[in-house]
């Protein structure tokens, strides 16, 4: 595995077709020792010759030039490991290589492996992901200014005199999906193996959700496992008594998953808190906080999983120090309101709130369009539809 990190003949090639998705992986040093544990040679060569849009084994075997008996067995080897997924359809399979994030490094960590050394994955996915490096990764996965991931609100904290619509609650979300699994967090999974826990004793087994069909390869695979939605919706209701923060696609109809993340594991979190304060789109909603009640406990601070909530240094009820919600930073997730015992906390109507898009397929064309990388998805989607090669 670890021999192919120098090789630009396997390792360039699939970092080049990688980063025709809208969310790339940025190149360097640390990714391609990563990348070469995560592929072997084959898988390398095989994951760039991809196209953009699913293939089938007949396709695959045109542009590899590998016959059937050697490309199945390793087209075999990546879904087991989640680099691709493969999806029955009828007599036929199609084959997706999946993106780097939100794709196959998050599903290196969702199940228990002895194939790759985790602890070594799991440093390197850390160094990686640095987000104080503004000019790595981070800028990548929050630099666009149509978001990947939104926020969700905890519905029982909404005002009263606002509608919620299916695509901003999380149960309806839950209930409007034909299959739903429950995963490993990726997140909390790598930090164990780094020698941390989560601060809010957050669970790492069981707890991330996935809908639709990416969730039955994700079950049939040993990545997740199949739940009823009551159960998913119980898993919901433990999140929220956590004070976690409920954060899925950035689209209104289908999501694919809802992460339940915390300020000192997740990755989305993290990068909030770093400074990318417009790297998740925010619910409708922002929390404020009602100076004649706080007494400034801290509760909320802890809460609260972006560090939205601060000292007001100008304290305007006598009673000394008071909170204060930084609104630029808030994801008006509802985390912190029932942290606050005397109930000094509340949602509003966010005045800048951002709708989302309509479709996975219209997020991703919006960011690529706004990254320069709208040709190949255009190109690949007309070829298809005409029914040329891609």
């Known amino acids: 595995m670890g021999h192919i990190a120098d090789s630009k003949t396997n390792l360039v090639p699939l970092i080049d077709r ?71 359809y009828g007599d ?16 290196t960590f969702m199940k228990n492996r002895t194939d790759i050394p985790m602890d070594k994955v799991a440093r390197l996915m850390s160094e990686y992901f640095h987000w104080d490096d503004k000019d790595g990764q981070a800028k990548e996965f929050f630099g666009s200014k149509t978001q990947l991931t939104r926020s969700l609100p905890y519905e029982e904290h909404i005002p009263v005199n606002s509608e919620i619509v299916s695509f901003d609650s999380a149960k309806e ?3 409007n999906a034909k299959y739903g699994a429950v995963s490993m967090c990726y997140c909390r999974h ?5 020698g941390k826990s989560c601060k809010k004793g957050a669970p790492t087994e069981g707890i991330c959700i996935s809908l639709g069909r990416g969730s039955e390869f994700l079950t049939r695979r040993g990545f997740a496992e199949q739940k009823t939605k009551q ?20 689209i209104r109809e289908k999501p694919t998953f809802i992460c339940n993340c915390c300020g000192c594991c997740c990755e989305i979190m993290a990068g909030v808190q770093a400074g990318y304060y ?45 909170s204060m919600v930084k609104s630029d930073i808030c994801l008006g997730c509802g985390a ?39 040709a190949p998805l255009l190109t690949t989607r007309v070829k298809k539809k005409l029914g040329l090669k891609y």
Not at 92 to 107: D, R, S
Not at 231 to 250: C, G, K, V
Not at 280 to 289: D, E, F, R
């Open 18 to 88: 990688l980063n025709q998705y809208p969310i790339g992986l940025v190149d360097n040093e640390i990714l391609r020792e990563m990348l070469a544990i995560l592929f072997t040679e084959d898988e390398a060569y095989v994951g760039s010759k991809f196209p953009l849009m699913e293939a089938t084994m007949a396709e695959m075997i045109e542009r590899t030039g590998y016959p059937e008996e050697k490309l199945a067995p390793i087209l075999e080897s990546m879904a087991d490991k989640g680099i691709i997924m493969d999806m029955p």
């Open 336 to 374: 912190c309101i029932t942290a606050c015992e005397k109930g000094a906390l509340s949602m509003i109507p966010r005045a800048d709130y951002k709708l989302p898009p309509k479709t996975k397929r219209k997020m991703f064309m919006k960011i690529a369009h706004e990254k320069g990388r709208l």
């Open 173 to 175: 979300i839950i209930m």
């Open 92 to 107: 036929k399979v199609y084959y997706l290589l999946m993106p780097g994030v939100i794709g196959f490094i998050e599903f």
């Open 190 to 194: 790598k930090r164990e193996h780094e």
């Open 231 to 250: 159960e998913l919706l119980d898993i919901l209701q433990m999140a929220e008594d956590l004070h976690l923060t409920h954060i899925t696609d950035n």
């Open 278 to 322: 417009k790297g998740v789109n925010k619910t409708p909603y922002i929390a404020v906080v009602d100076q004649d009640i706080c007494d400034y406990c801290g509760d909320c601070f802890t809460a609260c999983n972006v560090k939205a909530i601060g000292l007001d240094k100008i304290a305007s009820n006598g009673n000394g120090r008071v």
